[in-house]
């Protein structure tokens, strides 16, 4: 760039306080006339945020202080427009996975989440050893959709993919085919469970339409005492899931069925995990569970899946994209009603970076 003049003007910008006293610091900004182009251009400095009403110290510090609250609770604290807040912490956020790098993911986790009501979908595939998110797109859960994290990866990239670990969801598992051929797909197990629970609410529901007069007290409202984990009751819950199993000889069937099932991913060698399999559906017969026969028929579908997961190679913590969909679930609580999809993808993929 050839300067044929320049002006300076000064610049008043907000760095961090201290103490009780805000820091102020007045700058001189060059502009200077390109002679290439015939345009006026403003002197970049490296220690300004993208508002260059601010530093870039001051900025990591309200991205830092975003982490743990919202950017209403922020603003209100440092006095600034909420999105001033906003664009701030987007900088921030942007720093950070700059700073993470370009990913490599050896094994892969691939979920949907719910992004606003109308059945609108987003895809987020984490790298499960090093445990983050590293990618938040689609359209919606379609093959077109996971497909694109495959070309934004790239061949060489999705080449080197040894584990993909889903929900038994065939789109996900025809684009992981498609793109990444030599990976083992391995069934989420917390997927799994929660469709076992869904099978157990619906003996609840059928036992309760079944039931008349008294006998349907011990059902009512019991729903989640009866899908929670024991350890995770109160004790008021625990004596509630004891009373309900007393009186119930099905649901009690239908509950001890539920809790022993865990036990197929304890499991080194496949074949003693189908015989553990076929053991659990044998015990189904003559119990008039209609929702676990045909919950056991589909985890006999998808039992490759399932049974990847006793081969050494495959042993990765299964519980991290669980977690990651709690983090997201608080996430959007968060940011309720905001519209700007950039800064929920931002979020997302920071949530589990270190901070700067």
Request: hydrophobic share 40%.
């Amino acid at each position: 760039m050839h300067s044929g003049w320049y002006d300076r003007r000064v610049r008043h910008v907000r760095d961090l306080s201290c103490g009780d006293a805000r820091i102020y610091l007045e700058v001189e900004v060059r502009r200077v006339l390109c002679r290439s182009c015939g345009h006026v251009k403003r002197e970049q400095l490296e220690f300004l945020a993208d508002n260059p009403f601010y530093t870039k110290r001051f900025a990591f510090y309200v991205g830092r202080r975003c982490r743990q609250a919202t950017i209403k609770d922020i603003a209100q604290e440092l006095d600034l427009d909420w999105d001033t807040v906003k664009t701030l912490e987007k900088q921030y956020m942007r720093a950070q996975l700059a700073k993470a790098g370009t990913p490599g993911p050896k094994a892969i986790g691939i979920d949907e989440i719910s992004i606003r009501k109308g059945r609108t979908y987003r895809i987020v595939v984490s790298d499960l050893i090093r445990r983050r998110p590293i990618w938040f797109a689609g359209e919606d859960r379609s093959e077109a959709s996971m497909s694109g994290f495959y070309a934004w990866l790239g061949e060489k990239k999705s080449s080197r993919i040894r584990l993909a670990v889903m929900d038994m969801w065939k789109p996900f598992r025809l684009a992981t085919q498609a793109h990444a051929s030599q990976a083992a797909i391995l069934f989420d197990k917390f997927h799994i469970i929660r469709h076992l629970g869904e099978a157990l609410d619906a003996v609840r529901k059928s036992e309760y339409a079944r039931l008349q007069g008294r006998e349907r007290r011990y059902i009512k409202g019991q729903k989640y005492t009866l899908l929670s984990r024991k350890e995770n009751l109160t004790l008021e819950g625990k004596k509630s899931l004891k009373t309900l199993l007393a009186a119930n000889k099905r649901l009690n069937t239908a509950y001890v069925l539920k809790e022993s099932f865990g036990q197929l991913w304890s499991y080194e060698r496949e074949g003693w995990a189908r015989r553990f399999f076929e053991n659990w559906r044998a015990s189904l017969k003559w119990q008039r569970l209609k929702p676990y026969e045909t919950f056991a028929a589909m985890i006999d579908r998808h039992w490759d899946g399932i049974a990847a997961y006793c081969r050494p190679e495959n042993k990765v913590p299964l519980g991290f994209v669980e977690g990651l969909n709690n983090k997201i679930r608080v996430i959007q609580r968060r940011a309720y009603g905001l519209r700007d999809e950039e800064y929920l993808r931002l979020k997302i993929l920071t949530c589990m970076l270190p901070a700067l």
